[in-house]
């Protein structure tokens, strides 16, 4: 990009140009801190149920999908259990 007299407008000049205008960027709002940082276990699973709960009550295919979840969590639980 060239100014008006030609010469070359830097990046540095139009950040210092918009600070002096409009003012310094607000800070940063920190990050959330993680209430479960070694696990990701809630988290999946409360998206899980979300998901789950947007199923419409009149859905042909409602309970064949709940029992498949149903077989997967019995399944991870054995695993979990050493049991297979």
């Known amino acids: 990009m060239r100014s008006a007299d030609g010469k070359v ?7 210092a140009l918009v600070t002096k ?5 607000p800070p940063r709002p920190p990050k ?7 696990s990701d276990a809630i988290y999946f699973v409360t998206l899980a149920m979300a998901h789950l709960d947007s199923i ?10 709940l029992n498949e979840v149903i077989d997967w969590i019995n399944k991870k639980t054995k ?4 049991e297979v």
């Open 32 to 38: 959330k801190k993680d209430p479960h940082p070694e």
């Open 56 to 65: 419409r009550d009149d859905d042909p295919k409602l309970e064949e999908a």
């Open 9 to 15: 407008v830097t990046f540095k000049q139009v950040k």
């Open 79 to 82: 695993l979990l259990k050493g």
């Open 21 to 25: 205008l409009v003012g310094p960027a």
